[in-house]
């Protein structure tokens, strides 16, 4: 089992994660082998608590975390800490935003990923930001068995391995987007790309979380105190700002920018911590990869590390190039956006004719949230090509064909007729 | 402006106090004010602090007030993310008046207020001289409150906001009128020679403040520059503003000096004098400036002279990228030109041989280099500045921009003997920038054409233009003519309008900037109206000359009298003016859609939708009366036109990803903003 979710304000997404469960604790008989929580995201996690009475009822044998959720790591826990703050001081500057902000809902829709609710209060020293999803994230590992993974590691389990590729422990977990040729994931030629990766280093976090402090003791304000007026009195020495008929140029709410950029930061950065295995079977060694929200840094750092599989007394050892060579079952990374799929080192490596392919996406959710791009046309065709069209798209029952098994459950809550689940033998 | 609405009184506020008057024999030429030649950062530099505080000599403005607040700018120091402000600089303070302005200083306000108001006057001047007139800031569009109609307001100041954002960012606010710079905390990690965690001031930059003061007086120039219509549109615009930075610095003798010595002449070799924004470059961890016309360091920290490239411009689609060609071929000829004139020097030092010995070049040597370097730099600006007259309306493309620079260069420096279009053209060349519909690339065929205009047509067109003689030359002896004209033209001009048509009788006035503004849309109005007669009986097939189809609205976007200082110091009186129509096109379809009401389309705004846009500017050289060029961009151009389609089509498809990023959702964005993005 991996993951279970949807995103905030997915309609009836409650009662879907309830049939989803009782589904999964149906066909399972309640126990499950292995539930693997790749990140942190609403969309990943809600289950656990939309369905947490139905959830509590399976019996897991292991929860597995990446290793940037183990408070043993230190350097996962200062990554987490980073996370913290960075959606403490959004939450903190949201609550600084007026009403009538345009910026301050699409924020507001960012953050609920990580549980961040503009409305709510914030108590200054305690770091809330991310109760909600955090919640639900922990909330498996709570009930049941934990490991924490690292990349380069192979587990044996229920007969097959399970190989880690992801998340790096290295700056490349900080990589979201492409270089600036774009020639590493299928972007449009004229791709316009944005680097937002340099925000860390630039003090992001320091700059949103000193907006408006009035005490301003960790000296983010540009000057000293003695040449600091007090904002209610500009007319004084600025008349002409104040002026209604120069209302139009006032700049009063164009500091929100940054918070939106960091808000963005910290979502694609999230993603980066994606826990990305492959499974191989052992005797056909037939490989489905599983790339949750992987981003181009993650992708990259696979191709750093070998696995060795132990085969009696021998041994064999494999690169992220064989892998991708043997997959037959690939599970599109975040939802088919753009850079989420590597071209070159990615899918033009996937090279068996088996190939297929499975896009988890509600198209209307998306264009919802204004992501009108995923999944990406390109990527799309090129996956069709290479599948020779064995390409399941969660929302579109009409590709459930060929391989693919519709089931005979139904969703009832949003579309009649259709298929709860997709179903793939693979041998 | 109406004065009724003031809301909170300014009694008692900021008006300087009045110090005796100067006499007009005494009245100083400029103000001298201390600013960063570069930014803060280099006075840390044992090498650079001699040379990084600089004294710029910025226009004396009679009646500036505390701000600074002049004729063309307006500095409001407030900082909505810290919620507080900054006290107003008073630059006519005796004791900063007698000490040219504030020392530099990183701690104090007043100073950043005093550089940011002298490096913008600095490019605006820069390019007033160059233009041979007065610049306007684009217009303000809105509704008059009187009439309740749309209409083109006159904006007197730019604003700048020196502390408006907490971003690695400043950027030109074309809806706003205003700069608005920001400031960071430095990086942790690589903050090369800033305090990590340091505040990093984008404001304090001196290529920073020209560059958005560029973007600023572009626009104002012609707003159609910053329409994304192909590859090269938005691409120039920063191009543009990185130009004008990097050879406005040259003015500075004492740092030319400086560079000169270290480089032993050869400015193209590494050097301070080609690269762009230094403290901010290092404090995102760039490991060095922004951007070098020159080179760039590797992933090493290893500086690397850029090789010019005939391929470079096939993949670089990011705005500035491509920018950074169009700049590297400027400076490219700006060197060549430089080398050219100064052989003989390196000679004379050389012995004969050309090469320099070991060792640092004589002080007088190094003097008449930076002379020669100075001269060369202030021409080649020029240069790029007063071919912005002779580009297209519309769409523009670098290949296009190179037509104009060589045209309008030929025309006021008809021999050559320099070599100075020719450095130009090779510079331009081995960066493969070239418009490709000319058979060759040499100085006449880059030239524009003469048009092709029947003795006819001239006439008829003479004649609707003469009102443009009547407006700005002839100085409205026959204004009363164009008063209270409803019969004769259908329209009466507003209060605000006759009053300043009055004023001109006077004929004192003739360079207050918002009479020219007035006089200009009353002009555009006035040929409107002609040609729209001329049109309405096209016997002779006017509209085709001038680019435009039948059916279809047009307007007069320009109607401005430029003035030309030639080398021998005669004055060339042409005028510049402008037709263009829009059409709407389908995005899916490709198909052009009727045509709406002004109305319709200045209330409904549609999805889906190219506004495709074509015409001319009509060069008319007052002396001669003659139409010396009709510079084109023809809108029933079909291939200009599913170009236009392909390169929207790919801008919305990744418009589509920038969504994720765009979470405001609004229509209205600023081009500008999105693009310098941590990039300034």
Redesign the interface.
Known sequence: MIDAGVLLGTSDGANRMKAVMNSIAATTGGKVDLLVVTHQHWDHVSGFSYAQQEFRKLKIDKVWYAWTEDPADELGVELQRTHSKAAFAIEKALHLMDDSSKLRQGITDLMTSFGVDGKKSVSNSEVKGSLDTEGAMKLPGKLHPVEYRKPGETIELAGVNFHILGPPRDERIFRSDPSKKASEVYEQPSGKVHAFGLGRSMGMIEAVDGIRDEKDDKLTRPFDTQHCQKLQAIHKHYPNYSLKSEEWRTIDNDWEGIVEQLALQLDSDTNNTSLVFAIEIPDSQKVLLFAADAQVGNWLSWHDQTWTVKAGDKERTMTATDLLNRTVFYKVGHHGSHNATLREKGLELMTSPNLHAMIPVEVEMARKKKWFEMPLDVLVARLKEKTKGRVAQADDPKTFTGPFRASEEQNTFVTPNRPLYVELDIE | ??SG????S?K???KPKKTAPIKPSTKPPSRSLRVYAFDPSLDLDIEKVTINQVVARVRWEENLE??P?GEYI?V?????????????VDLNELGILAQQGCAPSE???QFHQQMVYAVAMVTIQNFESSLGRKTLWSG?Y?TNPNTGKKENFFVRQL?I?P???????AFYDP????L?FG????????PGNNLP?G?V?TCLSFDIISHETTHALLDGLNRRFSENTN?DALAFHEAFADAVALLQRFKFAEVLRHEIANTKGQLRQQNFLAKLAWQVGQ???HYGSLRDALGKNDANGNWQEAKPDVRALE?A??PH?RGAVLVAAIFDAFTTIYEQRTKDLIRLASGGSGILNEGAIHPDLVNRLAEDAALVAGQVLNICIRALDYCPPVDLTFGEYLRAIITLDSDMVPEDLLGYRIAIIEAFRRRGIYPHNVRALSVDSLRWKSPDISEEQMDVLGKGLNVLDQLWIGRGQDISDYLFTKEKYGFYLNANEVEQLQRNLSAVLTTDREYIHTVSNIAKRYVHFEVEKILDDDKLEIRKLLGLVEGRRFEVSQACPARRVLLDGSVRAEMLVTFLQRLEVDLKTGKILPERTREQVASEPLDNVMVFRGGCTLVIDMDHRSIKYIIKKRIDNEERRNHQLN?KK??I??????????????KETNPF?ILH??KI
């Open positions: 402006m109406s609405e003031i809301v909170i300014n008692g506020a900021s505390k701000g607040k307006e409001i120091d407030i900082d909505p993310a810290s919620k507080v402000y900054y006290e107003p701690g104090n306000p303000h809105a604003r906001y502390h408006a954002i907490r971003q690695a960012n809806q706003k009128k205003a608005l400031y960071f905390p430095a990086s942790k990690i690589n965690g505040l001031f590859p404090a995102i961890g993949n689609t990011e990228e390169h790919s801008l498809e990744t418009m589509g990803l920038d969504a994720t990023y765009n979470l405001g959702g609004e903003a993005g941590e």
